[in-house]
């Protein structure tokens, strides 16, 4: 049979989909344009991510009407008492890794969406070896309760793969030629498994022969204690790249959405990090237009980001999810006004980014070729930086040193001066 697979939302939807697309082709699948099973991976972090999956579940019935069409994911968990959609195989975020049974058993419409209440980790594990950057997902769900948050309500609460797994798993992929590992997760920082901690795991990962680089996808800035930070100092393989999460730059906002930090605890810890890392390149994400977000409060943002010194932003408007706190509260802001704080911000954003690229200019660095495109390799750097660089293919997932010449925005353009060949 022949399949085709639409991933919606974030790193941890992407990597369920690639292990989805694995256990598939172990079973004969064949991906394709023309499939017998199409599959939707769903978000519902906002009101546009839940428009976004609708439509897209739409478009796929339409498109491909005697196809078996399942849908999956935290849209369907958020919905699940009042779906109104039309799907064959309706699973929530338990259950996916049975998807190719449930595809081969289908003969009438199958709904599989449990409580999260009490659901445990889902074992997964990925045998495509074809990228250079390898995805691991450690740990599922949260219990931080933002206030605006809904992820915590369709994602259940924290748990975490077994420690032993999760060492095997990269092992494997690196036999395999992948030269970098990723750790995500919903709330990656509050891994453990029993007293084993997400300091532990690090410690034994960066140990592994032939690892190059470890990677955090996310994590919240009270994670960061002394133990991780120390194995942030004592080990070149973590990366100079780090995505923590601020929300609002605003003490007032902060203490309304229900974050466990204000803006002092932040910037001091940040301060922390760099005394550690001078060239840490530390982006983050911010929502703005949270409920009775002023002007002031906004300003107040703008001011934290500054002193922080981030080098990109990714920014969200709010959107009201029904269940939350947040979305109960008065003195909501106009839609133009929080496109007109979005705007501003993502200006910002791309100013700092390009300050921090223009400040490699004329240094070397190692890049791992991920992309060959008219002549050019492309890649990027232990701390995220974007390297592009005319080279040949033979070079694409080797360590790569370049000379960065100039900055032609979103690239860092450099000349290759010397490679390692593995």
Do not use: W
């Amino acid at each position: 049979m022949k399949y085709k697979i639409i991933t919606l939302g974030c790193k941890v939807n992407e990597y369920e989909s690639e292990v989805i697309s694995n256990l598939l082709e172990n079973h004969g699948y064949i991906k394709s344009e023309n499939p017998d099973v199409c599959i939707i991976n769903t978000c519902t972090v906002t009101n546009t991510a839940d428009s976004k999956s609708r439509k897209m579940i739409r478009s796929l019935r339409r498109n491909y009407p005697n196809a078996i069409l399942a849908v999956m994911g935290c849209m369907i968990q958020n919905k699940k008492d009042k779906l109104d959609i039309d799907a064959d195989i309706i699973i929530g975020n338990t259950h996916k890794t049975d998807v190719v049974s449930l595809i081969e058993e289908y003969k009438n419409k199958i709904n599989i969406v449990g409580d999260m209440e009490d659901a445990e980790f889902e074992d997964m594990s990925l045998n495509n070896f074809d990228l250079t950057r390898a995805y691991i997902k450690i740990e599922d769900g949260c219990d931080n309760y933002c206030s605006y948050c809904i992820i915590p309500y369709v994602r259940g609460h924290v748990r975490s793969k077994k420690h032993e797994k999760v060492i095997s798993e990269a092992k494997r992929l690196i036999e395999n030629g992948h030269k970098e590992i990723v750790l995500t997760g919903i709330h990656t920082g509050h891994y453990h498994d029993g007293n084993y901690s997400f300091a532990d795991l690090l410690k034994d990962l960066v140990k592994i022969d032939g690892l190059k680089r470890l990677r955090i996808s996310s994590i919240e800035i009270t994670e960061l204690n002394d133990e991780v930070l120390s194995v942030i100092r004592n080990s070149n393989i973590l990366v100079n790249h780090m995505h923590i999460p601020l929300q609002s730059g605003s003490d007032r906002i902060l203490n309304l959405m229900n974050r466990k930090y204000d803006k002092n605890y932040f910037i001091n810890k940040i301060k922390k990090i760099k005394s550690i890392k001078p060239d840490m390149n530390i982006t983050t994400d911010v929502i703005v237009g949270f409920p009775s977000e002023s002007e002031e409060d906004f300003e107040e943002c703008i001011d934290t980001i500054k002193k922080i010194g981030f080098t990109k932003l990714h920014v969200f408007p709010y959107s009201d999810r029904e269940g939350t706190v947040a979305s109960k509260m008065e003195n909501k802001v106009f839609g133009n006004v929080k496109k007109n704080r979005v705007n501003k911000l993502l200006e910002i954003s791309k100013n700092l980014e390009i300050d921090y690229m223009n400040k490699h200019i004329g240094f070397d660095v190692s890049f791992i070729p991920e992309v060959y495109e008219n002549g050019y390799l492309i890649g990027h750097t232990p701390n995220y930086l974007m390297v592009k660089a005319l080279g040949d293919k033979s070079l694409l997932k080797q360590e790569v040193i370049v000379k960065i010449s100039k900055v032609e925005y979103p690239y860092c353009l450099g000349e290759i001066k010397s490679f390692e060949l593995i």
